[in-house]
């Protein structure tokens, strides 16, 4: 079964907007928490990650917000730009990275922004 | 090269048919992951190895999938007698060590269509 639930499938944000992503899973194991970008044709590329111990983290204009009671995460993204259009995949994994990084994808998100 | 390397990049297959796939990860990294991403999915996990050796087929779909990383660095991704619900992106992905918060680099992918 999924073991990352992601939600929307898609959304559009006008240029300047806020694009919100949400991501919810079962696994308590799970203890790093990326976010992926991936443009068309691309490989997905990481954008962001947080681990538990932490209830949010910015990078720019990115921002994910992490609830662990709730085993929510979401991803926002402050004022989209056109070029911020492309697909976004929350993962989740467990540490240690002995038997590699194996990442549970959610299903994906396709951002349009709006010029 | 600077990044993980695929090839083919587009593969059109009949079914019934042996594909191969390659990937050529970063010099130095001892992981290598080869995930499958369905049309509008996220990818799926499937394949890990560390050095040559593979510690994790869990996720290979049938016995028709077949991978090997022989000296270390450059892997295979086989698939016998192809089926149409073979047709995604394969992606391969590196990192450099096997701990800790190693970051995944993924390839470009390579697209499989079975006819």
């Known amino acids: 079964q999924q073991q990352v639930k992601q939600s929307p499938q898609s959304l559009i944000v006008q240029k300047g907007g806020i694009s919100i992503i949400n991501c919810a899973y079962e696994?308590?194991?799970?203890?790093?928490f990326p976010w992926y970008q991936q443009f068309p044709g691309k490989g997905p590329a990481l954008l962001i990650a947080?681990?538990?111990d932490v209830s949010e983290k910015k990078e720019g204009r990115f921002t994910i917000s992490f609830n662990k009671s709730a085993k929510q995460f979401s991803l926002h993204i402050m004022d989209s730009q056109p070029g911020d259009s492309a697909t976004y995949f929350c993962?989740?994994?467990?540490?240690?990275w002995g038997f590699g990084n194996v990442l549970h994808c959610g299903s994906g998100t396709q951002v349009i922004v709006l010029p | 090269g600077a990044g993980v390397s695929q090839s083919p990049r587009y593969k059109v297959a009949k079914r019934g048919q042996d594909v191969a796939l390659r990937c050529d990860p970063i010099?130095?990294?001892?992981?290598l992951f080869w995930y499958q991403q369905a049309l509008g999915q996220g990818p799926e996990f499937l394949t890990y190895?560390?050095?040559?050796?593979?510690?994790?087929k869990s996720g290979l779909p049938s016995d028709r999938f077949f991978a090997e990383r022989p000296e270390g660095s450059v892997s295979t991704l086989k698939i016998q007698r192809t089926q149409q619900e073979d047709s995604a992106v394969y992606l391969c992905?590196?990192?450099?060590?096997?701990?800790?918060?190693?970051?995944?680099?993924f390839g470009e992918g390579s697209r499989l269509t079975v006819l």
């Open positions: 993962a989740a994994s467990i540490s240690p």
């Open positions: 992905a590196s990192s450099y060590g096997t701990s800790g918060t190693g970051e995944l680099f």
């Open positions: 010099s130095g990294h001892v992981s």
């Open positions: 696994n308590t194991a799970f203890d790093y």
């Open positions: 947080i681990r538990p």
């Open positions: 190895f560390q050095n040559e050796a593979q510690l994790d």
